[in-house]
């Protein structure tokens, strides 16, 4: 039986700021037929799992696994049985065998709908996949979880991924792979994010533009310098801000040399001090 749902409830004292075209996507795939994978793909703390813990929360039969650098491609298997069927280790070391996989999911569907009288139901597996996992190791995953899914139709399949190196291993597979990019938040909602969270206003409110336009529009990375502040209220907001922008500009410096270390021309490494970074 599926239990109602591993998905994590976003934080009780979060802020969730809507963002209407990643909610549309989300919700289209999540109402329409089974056909396809839906991949989210961004950097890291730009809100990819806060909008699935939105939206999977408390949904029947939505259940998260996390993909880690220990794992192959096969393990899929046995970490989807057990969350379909907690308690049960004889099934789970048997369901590395996708043949028992695939009667696990069908009977737990079968049973569902019949429980429910929802004839359409499926269930949903979220997989978050960890940073550094091999590629090779993700490519397998991603063809398990296509053939339970777009081949199949066993279950809806969201993924989340946020190595560079994810853009290179899932194939333009259009009506079977739904690819949603995660960039920064846009002005207008880290605005909407700062005011709900009550951040740089009032006599900090000049410090917005510096925040946003030289820090960061990242959703997680916002969430740490307001959590700096209210942590650590005595000190000068000016100079958390400029902390952190010049983290940030290190940090990007630091990339930009790494995608001209094997140029050996003087000319061109010499540009690398002279460029500009707003974020």
């Not at 065998?97 to 949903?124: C, E, Q």
């Not at 960890?130 to 090779?136: C, K, T």
């Not at 630091?254 to 001209?260: A, I, K, N, P, Q």
Request: hydrophobic share 40%; glycine share 8%; aromatic share 6%.
């Amino acid at each position: 039986r599926l239990p109602r749902t591993t998905v994590d409830p976003p934080l009780a004292d979060g802020v969730y700021v809507m963002r209407a075209t990643a909610e549309r996507a989300m919700d289209v795939y999540l109402t329409g037929p089974p056909a396809a994978m839906l991949l989210l793909v961004g950097p890291k703390g730009s809100g990819k799992s806060t909008l699935v813990q939105h939206k999977l929360a408390g949904r029947p039969g939505a259940v998260a696994i996390k993909f880690t650098d220990t794992m192959y491609g096969t393990d899929m298997y046995r970490a989807i049985a057990k969350q379909v069927c907690p308690g049960r280790p004889a099934l789970h070391r048997r369901a590395s065998d996708k043949a028992v996989l695939i009667s696990l999911l069908k009977r737990a569907t079968a049973d569902y709908r019949k429980a429910s009288g929802d004839g359409k139901w499926l269930p949903t597996i979220y997989v978050e996949v960890s940073r550094r996992v091999e590629v090779g190791n993700i490519k397998s995953v991603l063809a398990i979880l296509k053939d339970l899914a777009c081949d199949r139709k066993l279950c809806k399949v969201v993924v989340a991924m946020s190595d560079a190196r994810t853009a290179f291993v899932f194939n333009n597979d259009p009506g079977r792979n739904d690819v949603m990019w995660f960039g920064d938040l846009t002005r207008a909602e880290a605005e909407e994010y700062l005011d709900r969270r009550k951040a740089f206003v009032g006599k900090l409110a000049p410090l917005r533009d510096e925040v946003l336009g030289r820090v960061t529009r990242n959703a997680g990375l916002l969430e740490k310098v307001c959590a700096r502040l209210e942590s650590e209220p005595g000190a000068s907001a000016a100079e958390v801000v400029a902390a952190f922008a010049s983290e940030q500009r290190a940090n990007a410096e630091s990339r930009v040399s790494g995608l001209l270390v094997h140029d050996t021309k003087p000319e061109v490494r010499a540009r690398v001090g002279e460029l500009h970074f707003d974020r």
